[in-house]
């Protein structure tokens, strides 16, 4: 394994700035053709475990190397958890798991100062010790069924990268990616997730049940002794590399304009809205919607090896940037007409 990553954010900028010294355009092309196959041999280790699901896997790759956080929405029983630790062992990342609970307090999530008393010179001090939030990749799962107090100190570590407990900041070791999941059934006795809060992450990523294939594979593979054995492709300080490979990826202006556009459409007392927002939005996406669209973008194209980010890019990922920063009126559940329906509409007339 190689050097260690960066483990506090002053050094990732200290990083960026040297490598912005010495960018080579012939050795960032070079990163595009390692990424676009390591994307290939990604998706081969992981479907040696999990059947299906490929526009999740593709989902999860772009807020890696976008460096974005996402919430997983979907029903009991359809691999997340092992989705995510499957991810993560290929990646070579630390990761935990936290079961959000009413009684979950951000004590259990950041971790504590303890009182410690040295038996050789009686002397009391405090030492903290690290929660489960101090890994690489987190699962948060059934993040709406913790009080909203826990859930706020999951959120600022999600924006911050960093935990502050007793006046004292300990900041935590990059890569850091927070998979969080909703369950659509239950929702008595949940604590939602504010819309402010849903900004934070990148993507809300909906998954559905198997095909029939699929789940004839899974009870096939799952009934079994079939134990695969998983390949490590990378490792934190490769992947902080290649995070910064997207950053520098070029927008053409047309790209920029398309996506800026797109998401004022979705804002209902804005001139430009389109006329089905007007009519079924209470509230339509803000700026940070703009920039993940543009930023999902760039690690999309690189995914695919491509150096350049086009209007596809921006339609593929509309869906789950748009879909959570969007609230629908009284006239549009009445009519049983979703934030999926008019994302639909506004691709479809772009």
């Known amino acids: 394994m190689s050097q260690e990553s960066p483990s506090t954010e002053e050094e990732i900028k200290t990083a960026t700035a040297a490598q912005k010294d010495e960018l080579d355009p012939e050795r960032d092309l070079k990163d595009v053709e390692e990424l676009s196959e390591i994307r290939s041999q990604l998706l081969t280790e992981i479907k040696k475990r ?166 004839e594979e899974i009870v096939r593979r799952t009934t079994s002794a079939y134990h695969p054995e998983m390949k490590s492709l990378l490792d934190p300080s490769h992947i902080i590399r290649l995070q910064e490979l997207v950053r520098r990826v070029p927008v053409p202006e047309h790209v920029i304009r398309y996506a800026v556009q797109l998401v004022r459409k979705t804002r209902p007392s804005a001139e430009d809205a389109a006329p089905q927002c007007k009519e079924f939005l209470t509230w339509g996406a803000g700026p940070r919607a703009s920039q993940y669209l543009i930023l999902g973008g760039k690690a999309r194209a690189v995914l695919h090896g491509r150096f350049s980010v086009e209007e596809e890019d921006i339609r593929a990922l509309a869906a789950p940037v748009l879909s959570h920063r969007m609230i629908t009126n009284f006239h549009a559940e009445a009519m049983g007409i979703t934030t999926a329906d008019i994302i639909a509409q506004l691709i479809q007339g772009s």
Not at 64 to 69: D, V
Request: charged residues 20%; hydrophobic residues 40%.
């Open 50 to 215: 999990i059947i299906g699901q490929e526009n999740v896997i593709e989902h999860l790759l772009i807020s890696l190397f976008s460096r974005g956080h996402t919430l997983l929405v979907g029903v009991p029983g359809l691999a997340k958890t092992l989705m995510i630790s499957t991810l993560a062992e290929i990646l070579n990342l630390s990761f935990n798991r936290i079961q959000f609970t009413p009684d979950l307090m951000p004590s259990d999530i950041t971790g504590t100062d303890i009182l410690e008393e040295d038996h050789s010179t009686g002397k009391r001090s405090f030492r903290f010790v690290q929660g489960p939030i101090f890994c690489n990749m987190l699962l948060a799962d059934e993040i709406n069924r913790t009080p909203p107090k826990t859930q706020a100190a999951l959120l600022q570590s999600m924006q911050e990268y960093k935990v502050t407990v007793g006046g004292h900041d300990y900041p935590l070791s990059l890569p850091f990616l927070v998979m969080a999941t909703q369950n659509p059934i239950e929702q008595e006795g949940t604590y939602p997730l504010p819309e402010a809060q849903l900004d934070r992450f990148m993507f809300q990523v909906h998954i559905d049940y198997p095909t029939a294939e699929e789940e």
